[in-house]
């Protein structure tokens, strides 16, 4: 298999369509994770994943899973822990501990992580230049304080968050993050949640499949449409009392 190799001078990324049709969506290989590179890939559907000891790989996936904030689904089950449970959930309060715990998540059918010491350098890069924010679920600790119970994070372009991974170190914090955080990029003015894989636990949000072509043209307008609001550093929604 003949597999593009990145020019480390150009931005450039071979034909994407090519490599869905020839190489399973292995769009190329080499290149860097500099801001430049990272925006670029993203903007046409291409995202990095690779492992420790490999060379970084440019991947692309059709259909393209998405989700569509305002068809949200909130289960009766969720719903009620998303009344009742204590918590709160901040957006971009503490973005290297989101990725570092997504890291070290295990994954069932797994061995290692993706989510590279060098792909955590490059996203916390990302996230200090405002491309990329984080979600944090926070459960009350027996001394009354707060502890990171689970979050997410992604890549913001434009209209379109494109969501990379998630965690929970306690039962629904995943979950409860996800559930505040699409409301809360939805008021932003995100129009687009790029869920990249399908997977039964998105599906029950809501999410669905999308041709690839449809999905790059979708990108091609809501990437370049500036956010009404900023994808502030707050707590976006809490159940504690004070």
């Not at 503490?94 to 955590?120: K, L, S």
């Amino acid at each position: 298999m003949d597999i593009p190799v990145l020019n480390p001078k150009s931005l450039h990324f071979p034909d994407v369509h090519k490599a869905i049709a020839r190489r399973d969506g292995l769009v190329a290989v080499g290149g860097d994770l500099r801001i430049e590179r990272l925006l670029a890939a993203y903007v046409q559907g291409i995202f990095p994943w690779y492992s420790d000891g490999q060379p970084i790989c440019w991947c692309a996936l059709s259909p393209r899973t998405v989700l569509y904030p305002h068809k949200l689904h909130i289960g009766r089950s969720l719903a009620k822990t998303l009344r009742n449970k204590p918590y709160a959930v901040s957006a971009n309060r503490h973005f290297p501990a989101v990725i570092a715990a997504c890291a070290a998540a295990p994954r069932e059918g797994q061995a290692g992580t993706w989510i590279t010491r060098e792909m955590q350098k490059a996203y916390i890069r990302l996230h200090e230049a405002g491309h990329a924010h984080s979600f944090e679920c926070w459960y009350p600790d027996m001394q009354g304080g707060l502890q990171l119970a689970g979050g997410l994070y992604g890549v913001q372009i434009g209209r379109v968050f494109y969501g990379e991974s998630m965690f929970a170190r306690q039962s629904d914090a995943s979950k409860i993050a996800f559930a505040c955080a699409v409301p809360y990029l939805a008021e932003c003015g995100i129009e687009l949640i790029d869920c990249q894989m399908h997977t039964a636990h998105l599906a029950r949000f809501g999410s669905e499949r999308m041709p690839f072509d449809d999905f790059q043209t979708a990108l091609c307008s809501l990437s370049a449409q500036a956010l009404p609001q900023p994808v502030g550093r707050q707590v976006i929604y809490s159940t504690l009392t004070t």
